[in-house]
């Protein structure tokens, strides 16, 4: 059974610091990118960034460039999101994915989500 288990959410004050992690376990993921997506209320789930699980590429958005960094740790099969100096307009739920490229479509497999809020 695959299974992606994000956690590390939790409420900061702005300029606080998460780290998020993404467990994955149920199958090997080394051909997918590992990415992680948000959404706020009412608003589309968006593209955070994406981590090539084999050979450590990452991509991200350009709000988030600078401020959160996307990494993997292939001996636990566990993705990270640090992120540094958050602001509110960052609250939302955090989900991470194994698919491809930036759309959420093309993303096959999700984790439940954590939420993340952060006060002015």
């Known amino acids: 059974q695959v299974q992606l288990v994000d956690s590390g959410g939790g409420l900061v004050q702005a300029g606080g610091s998460l780290r998020l992690s993404c467990a994955a376990s149920?199958?090997?993921?080394?051909?997918?990118?590992m990415g992680w997506f948000r959404q706020a209320p009412g608003k589309e789930r968006e593209f955070i960034a994406r981590i090539s699980w084999s050979v450590g590429l990452t991509y991200y958005r350009d709000s988030v460039k600078g401020r959160f960094t996307i990494s993997r740790d292939n001996a636990k099969n566990t993705v990270y999101l640090q992120m540094n100096n958050l602001k509110p307009e960052d609250t939302a739920v955090y989900y991470c994915a194994a698919g491809r490229g930036v759309s959420p479509i093309l993303y096959d497999y999700w984790g439940q989500g954590t939420q993340v809020t952060v006060s002015s």
């Open positions: 149920g199958r090997t993921f080394s051909g997918y990118t």
